[in-house]
């Protein structure tokens, strides 16, 4: 029998052999209100936690926000219950042309099965800026979609954005790259890299195109918030001046697009979930944006991934995809060292309104056909190194804590590598890992409203990997915990920490409000007293392993304090096909640098003010509409 008759004859099983249901199963973005309104039902008490990988399935959704309809009466003020009807408003379709909502949608029933398609278009403009820097910052995108069921378990989803872009940048100096480190050779040295004399194992020859030690320039985007900016196109941008070629950057006024799609199948009465797709991910139980290993910030990747629910309070998933590469200069040599896959595992347990427990494996490991990492049984952690050990494997964990109905504790940890043995373990750069603390507080006299405070460190190389020469790659290859360029896990570049208090609510349906302290301190990765680890490009020097990190007192580090108020109103109660977004605050920047004005020292540390360190401080307001949102 052929290929295609095999997968075409699989479906349809899947299909025959599962129980009805008449819901879509496409995934609902990361940046839709029912992910907050849900986390603040779970941490009530009101709501039974699903699993934390998300993005969630429209059934899930759907699901949870009836569940919470049909709380226990009182539980929900009346401008809640209008919050929660209207979140399940929006997910209604009519047949037919609807203007309002911008797109087309039809259901055919055939017997005991169905079959829709929809289509629809979306615009979004997003304008920053900062005018002491004067800096500006826009996105421009408009979003076509075409969506759909085939049968009563399978979905579809194909989006594509397309638009134009204008992103200024602030050039803030030179980081010096380290020498590559070879397990043979020791460091970089052009006699046994770029082919002369050839590198070879035992009668093999391979020539290597090594990338040289040398120096990266540093930008930072005064337009918008210290790390908070994504990229939202692909791999490259497309200048009027040069559409044929592949631009790095905005820097002018460029053109660019993004392609999100998947398609997925749900089976046992929702208990077994599969998806096919490109999209945003976030997993973890503290709620989008704050998960060390998979982000909501982090760039969108093709995976196949799946959650079992093999009993109520159990929850298993897994996903492998093909991560992609940045684009700086030459589109060929910048793809050669990135030619990696991803997996991902987790495990997790939710008792009945209390705890929440989770554990897993990730995995970077350079692209071949290995069923290992394909079978979601296996174990990442024992079979990265049964294979080989050529591939980068970090664990993590989460533990939460919940008083139903006023606050949840949680704290978690992400390992990319340590050395228990060492000494001494807490200054040790080998010692590679992130941890994270929080509190989120339920504030009972505003309508899903609460207060959060967390601490988050990442250690000085972690997310990073040095480069790996495997049998079966022309070059080594770069097997850092990024993707197009960013980390998959948190938002933070290595060797910082980041305290974050913050207020967040919905007084009205359709309005959602925030405001919010954050201080991030970071380890220069530019200038004259640049602090080893703290690039997400740097290479961990294996011949000197044992290199000390003293945090804040090891060269010049980078102070932020950002302030910030904002506010995003729908406004389809007023019959308007719209929706705004709104946010201002100030940024004050400060530098502090070893007191004994000696880099790698443990000495108190000091202010710095200078022509390569300054201090300053900035205004940045963002405003953006979305039609049809």
């Given amino acids: 029998m052929k290929p295609k008759k095999v997968s075409l004859l699989f479906f349809v099983l899947l299909i025959a052999l599962s129980p009805l249901a008449s819901q879509q199963f496409n995934s609902v973005p990361l940046d839709n209100q029912s992910y907050n309104v849900i986390d603040l039902a779970i941490m009530r008490g009101l709501v039974k936690a699903p699993s934390s990988a998300r993005p969630w399935s429209e059934y899930t959704v759907k699901q949870k926000l009836t569940e919470l309809l049909d709380a226990a009466p009182g539980a929900l003020s009346s401008v809640e219950q209008d919050i929660v009807s209207d979140l399940l408003a929006a997910f209604e ?62 979905s579809w989803n194909f989006i594509i954005k397309g638009g134009f872009f204008k992103i200024d940048r602030k050039y803030l100096g030179e980081h010096d790259n380290p020498p590559y480190i070879d397990p043979k050779y020791g460091a970089y040295d052009p006699a046994n890299f770029a082919g002369t004399p050839p590198y070879h194992i035992g009668d093999h020859y391979y020539y290597y195109d090594i990338p040289a030690p040398g120096t990266s320039s540093v930008y930072g985007i005064p337009a918008y918030f210290p790390y908070t900016f994504s990229k939202p196109w692909e791999a490259a941008v497309f200048p009027p001046a040069d559409l044929g070629g592949y631009g790095g950057w905005p820097d002018t006024f460029a053109f660019g697009y993004e392609i999100i799609s998947e398609i997925n199948t749900s089976l046992i009465e929702n208990r077994l979930q599969f998806r096919f797709g490109r999209m945003r991910r976030d997993w973890g139980p503290e709620g989008n944006g704050s998960s060390l290993f998979m982000n909501a910030q982090a760039r969108p990747f093709v995976a196949v991934e799946g959650t079992a629910d093999p009993i109520e309070w159990m929850h298993f998933s897994f996903l492998t995809g093909a991560l992609e590469y940045q684009k700086y200069n030459n589109q060929w040599e910048d793809a050669d060292p990135f030619q990696n896959l991803f997996s991902l595992a987790m495990l997790e347990f939710n008792t009945k309104k209390r705890w929440h427990i989770d554990f897993g494996s990730a995995t970077v490991w350079p692209k071949r056909f290995d069923l290992g990492y394909l079978f979601p049984v296996n174990s990442n952690f024992f079979y990265q190194n049964n294979v080989g050990d050529f591939d980068n494997l970090a664990l993590f964990g989460n533990l939460e804590f919940r008083l139903p109905g006023k606050a949840k504790f949680w704290a978690s940890l992400y ?58 790659n022309r070059v080594p290859q770069d097997t850092s915990y990024v993707n197009n360029g960013e980390s998959l896990g948190y938002y933070l570049p290595p060797n910082s920490d980041e305290l974050l208090l913050g207020l967040d609510s919905m007084p009205l349906p359709g309005l959602r409000a ?116």
């Fill in 514 to 629: 925030h405001i919010q302290y954050q201080m991030v301190r970071h380890g220069a990765d530019f200038g004259y007293g640049w602090v080893d680890g703290s690039s997400q490009n740097d290479k961990m020097p294996r011949k000197n392993a044992n290199t000390t990190k003293y945090f804040l007192k090891d060269g010049v580090y980078q102070w932020n304090h950002a302030i910030k108020l904002g506010a995003a109103y729908n406004f389809k109660a007023q019959k308007l096909p719209l929706s705004v977004f709104a946010e201002t605050g100030i940024v004050i920047t400060r530098y502090t640098i070893n007191g004994d004005a000696g880099i790698g020292n443990e000495g108190d540390y000091e202010a710095l003010d200078d022509a390569v360190y300054r201090a300053g401080a900035g205004f940045i307001l963002s405003v953006g509409v979305k039609i049809f949102p």
């Fill in 93 to 154: 379709r009519k047949n037919g042309l609807d203007l309002f909502a911008g797109r087309f949608h039809n259901e055919y029933p055939l017997k005991s099965t169905r079959y829709s398609v929809e289509a629809g278009l979306t615009w979004e403009s997003n304008f920053s800026f900062n005018p002491v820097e004067k800096a500006v910052g826009t996105v421009n995108l408009g979003n076509l979609y075409t969506a759909g069921d085939l049968g009563n378990n399978f």
């Fill in 415 to 472: 390992v990319d590598e340590i050395n228990l043995m060492e000494s001494p373990f807490l200054n040790l750069d080998r010692e590679m890992y992130a941890y994270q603390g929080g509190i989120k507080v339920n504030v009972a006299w505003l309508p899903f409203a609460s207060v959060v405070l967390k601490y988050t460190k990442i250690e000085p190389y972690c997310y990073t990997h040095e480069y790996t020469e495997t049998p079966w």
